[in-house]
């Protein structure tokens, strides 16, 4: 079957190959850096191209270049009185017309006549005001890294400081903290989990349920963030999306192993005002094959599908007004007699089904004060909901008999507001508000391994959670950036959280001081301290009493405090090169622990789709985290790209015995090699050949044995609470290849693309998990997936 596919997908690449040049369109519209406010009569010029390219930038800061030849191109900007700016490796299609939104810095001098170096920052964030511990990142880098399978989490895993070696969910270890201490951002604002099978109070999951191809240039930050974020304790995800064609109308239709069957159209909307609209679909290509009865290696078939959009509404005299929006659907069911014993998620002797959805609908009005501030504004409603339910096999002779009723379902409205103003060319001051009202309607009834209490020979229900109500969270934050001279930059500000359930309430500083003491060399101090309120989960388990009656015994656990201390060192030997280093340290304190002596910590948690059910937790568990991170980084010009990114490590942490030991996430180090290469094939240039490659080799994650006879004696896993993470797996090995076409067509406005991805070309058998087998009654090694190869083709047009 894959022999087939791939056979199938060559085919559709070869058959426009045509000879004849072609060239395509490029929008855009530039701005102030700090004011947003549209920057008029601005030049902009295509490089090395004859005849020469260029336009101005209109009353809007809006400007369009035609006959733009297909291929990489470089852009540089020009504005009086602000720094030029050079962007390199433009990719043009003939399919896709190119929108870029460019920010200009304003110069420190303020000199009516200022010669200013052109320079590339493709290293500075998207958010002018997070100078440390933050990188940018867009769709092509999601598209282009191998092993990649269209997916953003899978993309910043290559990034110093990032630890996934789990091929089975996309979790995001940052320096030794749990994935569950992520913040994700859409357009400014919280979303819950934006993953297919996700579950209440996890932040990872199998397949993302963001769409690369709405993102537009995008942040991920790793430590002592700015002062506007908050409830994190590890990192920020802060994703904007792109808008549509202004221009034109254009369509897409994609189809891949993991992203599915995809179809997008975008285009003007509303023309009088300057709008548009994107909008994408993407369907489990797994179902498909599955309906049509196709072999795709597994009985239990992923079933997921989901929409996204983004509408701009475009700018009127009350401000520019968009909506945007993502849904998403995803269950899969797994049947005991179709299973294999050694499955990662399932149970042989069960019947499990599960089905999960997310949706976020969201409004953001922005509003141009004059020339030196505006006001931003989102207001949104999510949706979470998980239904899991389980049938014993066993129990009723063979007759299905339910053990697990789980039902979460959470709806959050949030408004969040912030005023921006530029004062001087020195100084950028934003100050807002963040208001959450979540509403929770949870049960979970189980009779696994239950007592029998009415002796009918059958275990009883037991509530293990149940709850419907609501939760207030408030944040507030104000901060500032101050140029004290042209290479020294400060960044200040405070943020505070409150959540009303528990009372608590964090003032929490932020700090930041960048000094460029020699032309390609800057140093880089920042200092953080962050709060984050527990998992929902967490708080609701309840214990039976003496009486027969039900306690929730943590539901007045407080925030987990973490404190950031970040010093970095960056070098730019050339214009298309980074050298970076970075040396952190984490204090976290105030981390739910068990009231009586074990080895718990909630620190451990978060990279699986339940929590453990502990109760009695105190907020008395400590943690540190300290580590030393390389990155060495060739942007794409020239026809290639690499990077090397080093990550060394140490995750410690006591529970309430008062014992040090590693994290389940001290991985000890994780090394990724990137390269990718970029072949023009014949003169015409429209038909390329690119070749990428990854490497990753990460330290072997600390697992607890398992007490065997223990384990047997209860018919269920049973670990050595005294042992805890005291054995380590083996390390993590694997080598990606990837092979992609992309062609353009010669007499239509027609482009087409083509990867295969071989991921794990060695076949390497990394090790998932050591876990205790009921069927067998003793303790196998669960491996993660071998060699997979993915594919991928897209047509624009």
Known sequence: MKTNLILLFI??????????????????????????????????????????????SDVDGRFTLSSVPVGRQTLRVNY???????????????????????????????????????????????????????????????????????????????????????????????RGNSPTGVLWRLEGIPIPNPNHFSTLGTTGGPVSALNPNLIANSDFLTGAFPAEYGNALAGVFDINLRTGNKERFEFMGQIGAFSGLEALAEGPLNKKHDGSFVIAYRHSFAEIADAAGLNIGTSATPRYKDLSFNADLGNGKAGKFSIFG?????????????????DLFANPNENAYNVSKFGVLGMKHSLLLN???????????????????????????????????VHDANTTF???????????????????????????????????????????????????????????????????????????????????????????????????????????????????????????P?????????????????????????????????????????????????????????????SFSLLNTGADFIFPEKNNLVNKGTGTNTGIELTVEKFFSKGYYGLVTLSVFDSKYKGSDGVERSTAFDGGYVLNV??????????????????????????????????????????????????????????YFRWDVKIGFRTNSAKHKRSQTFFLDFQNVTNNANIFAMRYNEVKGNVGRIDQIGFFPDLLYRIEF
């Open 538 to 598: 967490v708080f609701l388990f309840r214990e039976r009493q003496a009486d027969g009656s039900f306690v929730e015994t943590n539901n007045r656990l407080g925030f987990t405090r973490n404190q950031h201390l970040v010093l970095g060192y960056d070098f730019k030997p050339a214009a298309d090169w980074r050298v970076k280093a970075e040396a952190y340290y984490q204090s976290v304190s105030d981390v739910p622990v068990e009231s009586f002596s074990s």
């Open 414 to 536: 949030r408004l969040s507001s912030y005023y921006n103003v530029k004062i001087n060319n020195r100084l950028t001051v934003r100050s807002g508000i963040l208001l959450q009202q979540q509403q929770l309607d949870t049960r979970v009834d189980t009779r696994k391994n239950t007592l029998d209490l009415d002796d009918d020979n059958r275990p009883d229900w037991f509530t293990q959670r149940d709850f419907n109500g609501w939760f207030h969270q408030s944040e507030a934050y104000a901060q500032a950036q101050y140029r004290l001279t042209e290479t020294l930059t400060l960044n200040a500000g405070l943020h505070g959280l409150y959540f009303a359930k528990t009372k608590d309430l964090a003032v929490e500083p932020r700090a930041a001081l960048n000094w460029q003491f020699a032309p390609k060399h800057t140093l880089s101090l920042g200092y953080g301290l962050h709060h984050q309120t527990q998992p929902l």
């Open 674 to 731: 990137l390269a990718g290469r970029e072949f023009r094939l014949g003169d015409s240039g429209r038909r390329f050949l690119t070749l990428d490659t990854k490497l990753t080799n990460a330290g072997g994650r600390p697992y607890t044995p398992v007490d065997l006879d223990a384990s047997r004696a209860a018919g269920k896993e049973v670990l050595y609470d005294d042992r805890a993470f005291s054995l380590r797996l083996d390390n």
């Open 80 to 174: 009086l009185g602000y720094e030029s700016q050079t962007i390199p490796n433009i990719l043009v299609t003939a399919g896709k017309d190119v929108q870029l939104d460019i920010r200009l810095e304003e110069s420190f001098t303020r000199m009516n006549e200022v010669v200013v170096t052109a320079k590339v920052d493709k290293d500075r964030p998207v958010n002018e005001l997070a100078t440390i511990s933050a990188r940018q990142f867009n769709t092509e880098e999601v598209m282009r890294y191998s092993g990649g399978r269209s997916d953003v989490a899978r993309l910043v895993s290559n990034f110093a400081g990032v630890a996934a070696n789990n091929d089975a969910r996309n979790d995001i270890i940052i």
């Open 11 to 56: 085919s559709l690449l070869l058959f426009p190959f045509l000879l004849i040049a072609q060239t395509s369109t490029l929008h855009g519209v530039v701005i102030d850096g700090q004011s947003e406010s549209p920057l008029i009569g601005a030049t902009i010029q295509l490089l090395n191209t004859e005849p020469a390219i260029g336009a101005m």
């Open 326 to 342: 993502i849904g998403a659907y995803s269950a899969i069911d797994f049947l005991g007699a179709e299973i294999d014993t050694t």
């Open 371 to 405: 020339d030196r501030s505006y006001v931003r504004t989102v207001a949104s409603v999510s949706h979470s909901n998980n239904l899991y339910t389980a049938d014993d096999l066993l129990i009723d002779n063979g007759e299905p008999f339910r053990i697990w009723d």
